[in-house]
Structure formats: structure tokens, C-alpha cells
């Protein structure tokens, strides 16, 4: 029987700013990506999501993106590799720690925003983010976006990627995620982004904007938390999933 | 042979700002409390002082306090409880991390600054911090002020406390340490404070301000290193206590 | 005909963070509190906030706090009244240069959370903050708490003060404003708030938790912008005070 | 009789880090760019050298950057043009209101770091912070690199551009200053910078690296704050103009 995993990005607020009802989001995914205080989340809410995660069997992973709250983590700051092994190293221990305070444990790391899609497309990016990786803890895995430069990196380097798909995003000839801004680059329909979900997974392979199909390993589905339809989206994407069949489990398998 | 710990405040700079010669008082002491990006320190520094401490066999510890740059972590910034075990376990994670990356390893915490002061008088806050290391990493060992609050709060809690004192600080009649800005507070002269510390290491106590001695057991020593003088009086203690017949070594040894 | 103001703090959001509704209170409100960048807004949604106040008539003045985005200006860091003086006057010249550049001015002042609360009750750091406003500009206006210390610091030091009430605070026997979080500080329901604030106005007095009344002048009127009843709340306060013979004006008329 | 005005970045400490010695050039120099708590600076340094510098009589400028602390304003962060412009009024207000509290009155702007590189090179980065200017107050004047494209924008906006050169900079055969790290970048020694100085300010001309020279009005000389020789190279530099018989005067006079 074929098993997915549901991932998406929480612990985004910051203080008295909220970002997506994370609660609601840990009743429908399998697998939290935690905001780790740099791009957005604070001691506070990664505490509480991690507590929560725990209760119920969600998978953990850090969530580490670039210095800059007021971006979100979406401005490309000209750091250097160097200096991005450091500050993924910094944010994966600091979620490491806050998850252990809160009873659980994190299982593997996901970069964020303009981190992100530098490591998709920038080997150099990549490997410096797989070097933190390793050199924290080797048992962690790294999700990855599918075809990207991370996962050829993360396969390199002999530890675990997850290959996931966007349920939210559109896809370019070259199976590149559509940037922000441009046509095609947000699936805002519960039920379009169920659908395509549903037949990336079947066909184990990305569908382009233009209909081609791209063969990847598919192992996570990525829904977004802070959109007005994100928590409609996760319920529609993973009601599809169960009745074509799927089991929906975390990778990382929670003790 | 009488041993004892010598332990210094470090990578207290940020980006491009300096602070004190973290390089010099590596080659002096046995113990470097390690800023974690609250206070002061950021990846890079941090990173820096955890691969010369390796280098040098100087242990490391982490060395958290309040999230005021601008202040210094000098200011007595009102957290609940429960909010000081969070960034006490963020900060220490983020530690971990960072000297794992950089081939050593954390193996006390230390808290600084106004957190330091407020654990050293106030039990609640005392043992917010201890929960917070226990839950982060039970073997991990705290340095605390001798015969404070935080030094009861370790006790209790069976982790193991390191009591230390401090060069360069006069003491009140309770053998509470002066705060900054009143008349003792500081001793400036290095030959002043060498001699003072050899005075305290051999009573076994705290020597005060009016003389007073008060019996506690005597683990470190406390060298400060963000003055223009620190440098020369790191290097009168560690000759003192040498020609004393003290050897000078890290509590929790590096492997 | 009677008038009065009607006041809210807007520019409450932080990059991709939002916090109420700022277009739907500048519909409502005559007079704009905005956020300085220190506790809360940044630029962008300053620079917006001014520009639509100035669409729509309403008066705008500098809400200036802590510098503490985490603790949303609510945590009173112990600032020294000088440094007080240097952080208000800061952010009101931000202000007063935003203003500018979206086509608009400041006219008055007002302190935001802890700040706010300090100002009320203790006359030093009321006066601290009126030398920050008469040396920045000395024809700007003090929005304060009714019946204050920094109604009578405004007062004594020769500047406009406006006195104002809240809509949704309840007051204790001595008028205070009830903290947060203790049984009466908040009234949430929009039709109990309109009615209580029209009774407040008609009778020119506070009227107490226990139904006492306390003459002042009162001037204006809070209507907070980021409860979930915010929106409906204003409409309320406003239809009632309308109905009442009221003419809703800004203290500042806009030019 | 020739005069010229001798410029310094100072105020570019933060809170208990010290960064060069405002004091010392505040004895030297006739106009002063004050960082503004973006990427250096705070309100309590700000005040500080605002009112040294009227007693002094120096001149003020702003000397606006990136909101990048961490960086020092060094890093080129990809801020679309609107944004530079508010984070450009939103600093230059900062700075006038301080400045108004010490006392002082602000006469002109600066960029600093990577946001002045850019502003060199890049018209429409030029553009975007002379329009932020203009509308904050049309009558300050604007600091700019010899040569450079904000140089003509400020000339085309109709605002006093005054022409600077460094002294510790060297420039390469377009007269763009050559990129720090690379050969020729920097004048460490002095005597060499005070007479590389006066030759430039006597041929009215750039002098590149390779002994080129390329005409350009020259009307004030920046000398570095934060560099070990900096108060040295600072005192060379202005003896070695008034001996050649210029007058050391700020660009605007302080009242």
C-alpha cells in the first residue's frame, strides 16, 4: 500500500503576529517544518508547535531561512557559503533544543524562502547547506524540492533527502518552481491543487505548467500555511490522497 | 594537586563590531562561556571561538542571555518563567550546533549579564534556567555564582554546578556580587585582583568587600574580558595561582 | 455642536505581517497613531498608512514605543527617562520624514504600550517624554490617557494635550485604565463599548469599573484596530456618538 | 583663498560596542555623517555626536544604510527602489529629530556601504534616494562620490550635490573606488593618503591607481573613523591642506 507525506511550513508567527492557525495545520499534515527565529518564529511558538506536533504524531524538521524578518526570508542576502553553513547550523541546533524541551525531536531540516530557492538552483548553496547538516547531527534527513540541486547535493552526501512537490505552486519546462509574481505561479483552487497533487503523485513525476510530465521520485506533499485557503487546501489535498488510496505518514515515523 | 578552572566571557563581538581579544584569553584560560546571538556573538564569531577553544583544549560552554543586543543583555527585561526556559534552550541549542559544526562540544551553560544577575538572587529564575539545561541536555553542567541562588537551584536539581568567582568584582557582606556603577564593584588593578583571587581559591571562601571571609567551595574563576585591562589581568590570576602551586584546568575536560 | 476625535493605533503590521485592518479604520477614524518601527510597522506600511490618512482627511500622529518587536512594545524595559527622551524623538522625526514623503504631517504624539502605561502613571518618564516632543517640535500635540500624569506633564510644560478615553478599557476607582488580563480590562462587545464611551463623552467624566464618574475633558476617543471586533467596534462607536449630535472631527485638522 | 571641507562616518558604534573615536574626530573634521541605527548608530551615540558637533562647530549630515547591523550595512540587499527611498526618509528623520533635540540641525544626506555603492553605479538607486530627499526636505544638500552617477542625479534634481573624495581609497581607471579586498583598495599609510589628497584637491582631478587623472569639482574629503590609524591619517590629512594653504571649512556653516 503506497504512502505519502503532508508537509508544510509552520511556526511562522513572531510575537504577537500571527501567521496561519498552526494548530488547525497539525491536525491534517504529517510532517512540520519549523520556523527556526530568523526568517519568522520565536522560542514561544516553536515551543508550542513542537509540544503539539508531539501529541499528535507529527514528524518535526527545522526550518532555517536568512536574518531578516522584515523579508520573511524572501530577500537574497549576498551571504557567503561559508557564512550559510553557519547560520544553518545556528538555527537547526536552536530547534533541535526546543524541540527536546518540548518532548520531541527533529528529524530532519527544509530550508526557507530566497535560502530555498538558491539551494534548488545553486549547487554551491546546496552543498553548503548539506555540509551544516551533516556536521550538526548526520542522522538528520534534508526535504528537497524534487529535480532541485539539493537533492542531487543531499544524494552526494549519502544522507536522507525527501523529494516533495508544491500543492500550491505551478512548475516550468525545466520542473523549476514559477517565482512569485509571474503567471501560473500560484494554485489558489482547493480543488485544482488536490487535483494536480493527486496525478504529480500517480505518475511519479512533476507536471508542468505546460502539461509535460518531468519522472521524480515523489516522497512529501507541501501545503502552505498562510494563505486565506490553506487550511481548506490541506484538507481537499489530503482527502484526495486517502481516496485514491494513499496512507498518509510522516517520513520520519514519531516514537 | 589543587586544580582550578579559569573561565572567560567570549565571542562577545557582532558582525563587524569587535569586543575584547577572544584569541588572546583563548591561550590563558581553560573555559570560554560562549555569547549565542541574544546578547552579543553571532554564527561566525561563535563558530571562531569554538575551533580556537578546540584547537587550544579550552571547554566550552554556553553562555545565554536576554535578547537586547542594544543593551548588552544588561538590562532586566521582564520574561515570565516559562519565557526564560525557552530562550535559555534556543540559545543553548544553537551552541551545540555550532560547536559541533566547528569539531567540539558544550558542556556547561552559563547565563549572562541581567539573566546571570536575576538567577543569582532570585530562585524562580534559578530554576527556570535549570529546567531548561536539563530538558536540553541532562549532562550538561552550569557555572554559577558561588552561593547563589542558581548554585541551590543546580544542587537541587542533581545537575552538576561549577561555583565560581569573579576577578575583577567586589563582593557585599551576603556575598552578593556589587553591582556595576557602585563604589567596589570593580577591581581595575591586575596585581590587585590576582591576588585577591589566590586569597579566595586558598580561604576556600569569598573574601568581601569588608573583609569578611564566607566558606564556599571554589570551582572557577571568572576572568572578565571586555576591558582594556583584561588581557593583563587574565595572564596576573593564571601566574599567580600557578606559582601558588594551583593547576590551572578545564572542570569538564576536552576530549 | 459638540465634537469630538476618534483615534486608533494603525501601521501596527511588520513586513509580511498584518495587524488589523488600517484601510477599513482610516474609513472610520479621524485621527491615525502610527507605529514608528520600533514595537511595530516598518517603512512600507508607514509610508502607506500616511499616504491614504491624507486621502481621507484624517489627522496622523507618531505612536512611538520600545524598541521590542517580539514583546509588541508591552514589556517595560527598564530604559533610563534620558534614553527615553532619545528613543521617542527618533521615532517621531522617522515619523515626521514619512509623513513628509507620502504628502502628509504629523501633528501630534502619542506613546504607545509600556511606554504608554509608564506615561500614565509615573510623572518623570511623562516628562521625559514631553522634552523629547518640545525639543523635536514644539507645536506638536500630546495625545494622553484622561486624567494622567502625562496629561498633567503636557499641561505644565505648555503643549496641546489631548485628553482621550478607551472604548473597549475598562477604569478603576482612580481612573486607571484595568490591566490586561485582570476581570474588567476589556470590553469586547461593540454595542456595550459604544454606549459606554457616548455616556463617557456626555458626561465629560470617566465612568469607573464600579459606575463612579470622574470629570476631565475629553477630546478624543481609542478605538483599538487589532481585536477580531475592531472594525465593527469603531462603526459603533462612531454611529452612536453621530446619533448622538456629535460631529466626528480630528483634534489636528488636515490641510 | 581655496577652502575644503573634511568628512567623517561617525556615530557608528552600538550600544556597548565602540567603533572608531568620535571624540577625537569630531576634532579634526568640519562635517560629520551620523549613521542613523540602520546598519550603525543609536539614539544615545546619535545625541552624543550631534551635540559634540555643535559645539564644535561641525556640520551634520545623514548617513543612512541598509537595515543590516549584523552586516554593517555592507551587504547588498535587494531592495526594489521604493523601499530605498523609505528607508532612506525614514533614517534622514531620525537623524533631524535627534539632531533637533542636541541641538543641532541636519544639512545633508550621505549613503553609507553597500547602499552608497550602488548609488554610485546605479542611477536609479541614485534617483530613488534623491527623490527620498527632495520630498523629506528639498533644502538639504547631498554628500557624493566624485564622478558618480549620484552625483548627476542630485545635479539633474536640482539639490547641492558636494563632490567628495576618500583619502584612504584608491580609484581605478573609470574613477570608481576599486572594491575593498582587491589590490590598490586601500591607503593605509598616513602620509602617502594626506598627499595623495592634496594632489587630487590641487589638480582638481581624480588621481586612478594607475596615475591617471579625470577632472571633477572636489569640495570635501572623507577621512575613515573606524580604522587603527584613522585619527592619525585624519590629522595628516588636514595639516597637509592647510599647509598648502586651504582652509578647512564645512561645505555648510553651522549656525
Redesign the interface.
Known amino acids: 500500500m503506497p504512502t505519502i507525506d503532508l508537509n508544510s511550513d509552520l511556526a511562522e508567527?513572531?510575537?504577537?503576529?500571527k501567521?496561519g492557525d498552526d494548530d488547525a495545520m497539525l491536525a491534517i499534515v504529517t510532517s512540520a517544518n519549523v520556523a527556526c527565529?530568523f526568517h519568522a518564529g520565536?522560542?514561544?511558538i516553536?515551543?508550542h508547535v513542537f509540544k503539539t506536533a508531539k501529541a499528535r504524531g507529527v514528524a518535526v524538521g527545522a526550518h532555517p531561512g536568512f536574518?531578516d524578518?522584515?523579508?520573511?526570508g524572501?530577500?537574497?542576502?549576498?551571504?557567503t557559503n561559508g557564512?550559510i553553513?553557519?547560520?544553518v547550523?545556528?538555527?537547526?541546533?536552536?530547534?533541535?533544543?526546543?524541540a527536546?524541551?518540548a518532548g520531541h525531536r527533529i528529524s530532519y531540516v527544509k530550508t526557507h524562502g530566497a535560502l530555498g530557492n538558491m539551494a534548488e538552483a545553486d549547487r554551491a548553496v546546496a552543498d553548503a547547506v548539506v555540509r551544516?547538516v551533516k556536521?550538526?547531527?548526520p542522522s538528520l534527513g534534508l526535504m528537497t524540492i524534487a529535480l532541485s540541486e539539493q537533492a542531487k547535493s543531499a544524494e552526494a552526501a549519502n544522507i536522507e533527502g525527501i523529494a516533495e512537490i508544491y500543492a500550491d505552486r505551478g512548475y516550468d519546462d525545466q520542473g523549476r518552481m514559477i517565482p512569485r509574481g509571474k503567471p501560473g505561479a500560484m494554485i489558489t483552487d482547493p480543488h485544482a491543487a488536490a487535483a494536480r497533487v493527486l496525478a504529480m503523485v500517480e505518475a511519479g513525476a512533476l507536471i508542468t505548467h505546460a502539461g509535460a510530465k518531468i519522472k521524480t521520485p515523489i516522497r512529501s506533499v507541501c501545503v502552505h500555511s498562510d494563505s486565506p485557503e490553506a487550511v481548506e487546501t490541506a484538507k481537499h489535498v489530503r482527502a484526495s490522497l486517502e481516496k485514491a488510496g494513499l496512507t498518509i505518514v510522516p517520513v520520519f515515523p514519531v516514537q
Chains 1, 2, 3, 4 share one sequence.
Open positions: 508567527g513572531f510575537g504577537a503576529y501567521c527565529g520565536d522560542p514561544e516553536m515551543a536574518p524578518l522584515w523579508g520573511f524572501r530577500r537574497r542576502i549576498p551571504f557564512e553553513e553557519r547560520i547550523a545556528y538555527q537547526v541546533g536552536a530547534a533541535q533544543a526546543l527536546a524541551y551544516a556536521a550538526v547531527d
